[in-house]
């Protein structure tokens, strides 16, 4: 699945190790106690992972923001899953809190598959049609009594952290070339339309590619309904220039939508960038691909 990343990111992190994990499937799960725990690689920052045998995966959060996210998984995931193209996490179990670990933890299918690298897809227009088929038939899932996305408000609302990590960014990037784009996106209109579902987080991290198609999506702790503009992200954050259109083609944005995606492709990468400079190089890299992307594109 991605780079391993063990080292915290977050100053209320737990430190989560394999020993634990045995401890709690022994004890939560004894049927599964005799296989082999083995972290994974990832470049997430909000969940450890651990396979578990050969058919499973352990989720558990690492801090205590990421701990509603499992909840949110063990609910929606069921009723999505049969309705989208790819594969998606199939939850298995879930863990109770105990005298090891204080927050719940789930368990799912193993989905096999590889993280695609930005600038570096094989088959970038097929990956792009797949990215968007995946977007557009979440788009058209019913939205009655589904929560607000994570990411589900206006571009405004994420104005003044966006312009602070501009300022902490300083001479790192060009701020005045970012700052003018950022103004340009936050003129976009409004999404005016009925909220839609979302994933709210489709960087690379969360797609699991199987040759050179779109495998799976996993990690859908951010998804709810709202602007479905956040779903372009993908656009900058992994597909090529020449990609865009068939994944703009597929997915069905018009261009408010399509700015707005940018915009929000931008907010998200300038406000990683700094926090994750040192903590998380795989994330911080893709960040500076999405600015470089954008302002190429300019």
């Known amino acids: 699945m991605g780079a391993v990343n063990a080292q915290r990111?977050?100053?209320?992190?737990?430190?989560?190790?394999?020993?634990?994990?045995?401890?709690?499937?022994?004890?939560?799960?004894?049927?599964?106690?005799g296989l082999p725990v083995r972290r994974l690689v990832s470049s997430g920052t909000e969940n450890a992972m651990f396979r578990l045998g050969t058919e499973l995966v352990v989720r558990l959060p690492r801090h205590p923001g990421a701990v509603p996210d499992l909840a949110h998984e063990q609910r929606w995931l069921p009723r999505l899953g049969p309705l989208l193209p790819v594969a998606v996490p199939e939850p298995v179990g879930r863990g109770e809190p105990d005298e090891d670990y204080p927050w719940s933890w789930s368990v799912y299918r193993w989905l096999a598959g590889a993280n695609p690298t930005a600038g570096a897809v094989s088959a970038p227009?097929?990956?792009?049609?797949?990215?968007?088929?995946?977007?557009?038939?979440?788009?058209?899932?019913?939205?009655?009594?589904a929560p607000a996305g994570y990411r589900s408000g206006a571009l405004s609302e994420r104005?003044?952290?966006?312009?602070?990590?501009?300022?902490?960014l300083g001479g790192r990037i060009d701020t005045a070339a970012v700052t003018a784009l950022w103004e340009r996106a936050l003129r976009a209109p409004r999404h005016e339309g009925p909220p839609m579902w979302s994933h709210g987080d489709l960087s690379p991290g969360n797609v699991l590619v199987d040759g050179d198609r779109l495998g799976?999506?996993?990690?859908?702790?951010?998804?709810?309904?709202?602007?479905?503009?956040?779903?372009?992200?993908?656009?900058?954050?992994?597909?090529?220039?020449?990609?865009?259109?068939?994944?703009?083609?597929?997915?069905g944005a018009d261009d408010a939508e399509w700015a707005r995606g940018r915009?929000?492709?931008?907010?998200?990468?300038?406000?990683?960038?700094?926090y994750y400079w040192r903590t998380?190089?795989?994330?911080?890299?893709?960040?500076?691909?999405?600015i470089a992307e954008i302002l190429g594109e300019d």
């Open 125 to 145: 227009r097929r990956l792009a049609e797949d990215l968007g088929r995946f977007v557009h038939a979440l788009r058209r899932v019913a939205p009655q009594d």
């Open 9 to 33: 990111m977050h100053a209320d992190e737990l430190g989560i190790d394999a020993p634990l994990v045995r401890r709690l499937i022994a004890r939560r799960f004894p049927e599964w106690a």
């Open 216 to 251: 799976a999506v996993i990690d859908f702790g951010c998804a709810g309904v709202g602007d479905p503009a956040v779903d372009l992200m993908p656009a900058w954050n992994l597909l090529p220039a020449a990609a865009r259109p068939a994944f703009r083609e597929a997915a």
């Open 280 to 290: 998380n190089p795989p994330l911080a890299e893709n960040s500076r691909h999405v």
């Open 159 to 168: 104005d003044a952290p966006t312009r602070a990590a501009i300022a902490e």
């Open 263 to 274: 915009g929000w492709a931008l907010s998200v990468a300038l406000i990683q960038l700094p």
